[in-house]
């Protein structure tokens, strides 16, 4: 199933049957990654008044409570309500959903034992207004990530003045394959999230941070169509499932 795309201008061909997922599998077990301190997700079956959510126990389907959360356990897509005090939920904000896109790599600097994205990394792979979404893969790169116990690891941050240049340069969605864009422990100033919407000075409502994707060694740095998809949760952050589509 091929489509094309119109984009500032120019056309591109994007193949929709072969689609590159980067976001994580949720799963119920300690396996899944975690960050912030959560347990492990929980899938189990709905057991009351004779029901059996489990067809394996005898029920006739399967009928399970989850209990997870967005932000602690893979890929997410939060909005500004991710830190602002009026109420702003990514099922609001994110109106649109497929998106112009630069995939890029990038190894951390060692910044007095903290792993860093600095500026003058990104001013080397973004240039004004290329794209509305910069996507961010960190190396060293595994599928161990897919299963990582991120808390109290302290692990790779954006620097604030990065963040600045991104946004002063187009940046609308920013995706990257860490818990956070801030450090894990920063007494609660979010400096990098504050500093990509904007808040509280001038909100940018419609400007989304992804976190906690994962990014394949056989997904090449390139441009790409990107497209979010997300649940309809009232929330200030959703699980998604960030897609690629490879331009031909």
Not at 47 to 67: H, K, P, Q, S, Y
Not at 115 to 139: C, H
Not at 145 to 150: D, M, R, V
Not at 226 to 243: G, R
Request: with cysteine; proline share 6%; hydrophobic share 35%.
């Amino acid at each position: 199933m091929k489509t094309t795309i119109e984009y500032r201008g120019t056309n591109f061909k994007v193949d929709l049957s072969k689609p590159l997922d980067i976001s994580m599998p949720l799963i119920g077990s300690s396996q899944n990654v975690t960050a912030w301190y959560v347990n492990p997700p929980e899938f189990t079956p709905v057991m009351e008044n004779g029901f059996i959510g489990d067809v394996n126990l005898g029920g006739a389907v399967n009928f399970r409570n989850i209990f997870f959360n967005p932000h602690g356990h893979g890929t997410h897509t939060e909005c500004v309500g991710h830190i602002s005090k009026e109420q702003q939920t990514i099922n609001q904000c994110l109106k649109q959903f497929t998106f112009y896109a630069k995939l890029v790599t990038i190894t951390p600097y060692n910044v007095n034992g903290d792993s860093v994205i600095m500026l003058e990394q990104v001013e080397k792979v973004w240039q004004n207004n290329e794209a509305d979404a910069i996507i961010i893969r960190t190396l060293p790169n595994s599928d161990s990530k897919l299963g990582k116990q991120y808390s109290d690891t302290n692990p790779t941050y954006v620097q604030d003045k990065a963040m600045q240049f991104l946004v002063d340069n187009g940046v609308k969605h920013f995706l990257i394959d860490t818990p956070s864009v801030d450090r894990e422990q920063d007494d609660g100033k979010l400096i990098s999230h504050h500093i990509f919407w904007d808040y509280p000075k001038n909100p940018q409502t419609d400007k989304t941070i992804t976190e906690l994707i994962y990014v394949s060694n056989d997904i090449e740095d390139d441009y790409y169509i990107l497209q979010f998809q997300i649940a309809s949760f009232e929330n200030d952050a959703s699980p998604s499932k960030p897609t690629l589509y490879q331009i031909e």
